[in-house]
């Protein structure tokens, strides 16, 4: 099972890719690869002059294709997702999402805007044409601390998070498995007909 983790943060330190982190490890601990992204790791001019030919954007458009499922975790800025992440997600084939399962993450400073996941990036996601798009975790950010290595979460957010993730592995176990074009054609060429 691959998972592509994409962190939409402009910022260094970063509290909604700490809970990117945070899932990271869980999934790895239950069995799942996990390939981390971040948009600022992205040369700037691929994104803002939309180089669909940069190798780097080709790479992330390659594994994604690879994976069964995308977390996606974004700061809430003006009440919507990071614009950064929108250049990187407008950079994804119409259908990149197609058959995948997508867990949206947030922080924001503010609980008056934790319906922007659902208002702002699900439509995204949809649009992309995910199979199925998880309801979502919103932090605000007196529920995340800083520590030397990693983020502490409050218990309410990491039970959440937690929660969230379980979901997550279960849609992934439950996706039905696309078909292989070329194995689908060597079956019915291969296949014995008997009347
Ligand atoms: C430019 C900018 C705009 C922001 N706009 C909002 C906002 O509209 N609503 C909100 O709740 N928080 C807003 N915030 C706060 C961030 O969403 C919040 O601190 C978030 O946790 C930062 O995540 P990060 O550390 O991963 O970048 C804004 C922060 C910045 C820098």
Redesign the pocket.
Known sequence: MLVVSL?????A??????LLEYARRRLELRGVEVISYQVRDFHAEDLLHANFASLQVRQFIEQVSRADGLLV????????F?GALKTLLDLLPERALQHKVALPI????????ML?VDYALKPVLAALKAQEVLQGVF???SQ?QYLEECVRLVPDLEQRLNESLDQLLAALARRPKPIDPQLLNDRLVNARWSI
């Open positions: 962190g939409g943060s402009p910022s330190k970063s509290r909604s890719n700490g975790a974004t700061p809430v800025y003006k009440a919507s990071s947030a922080s924001g400073g503010t609980p008056a805007h922007a932090a605000d950010d995340i």
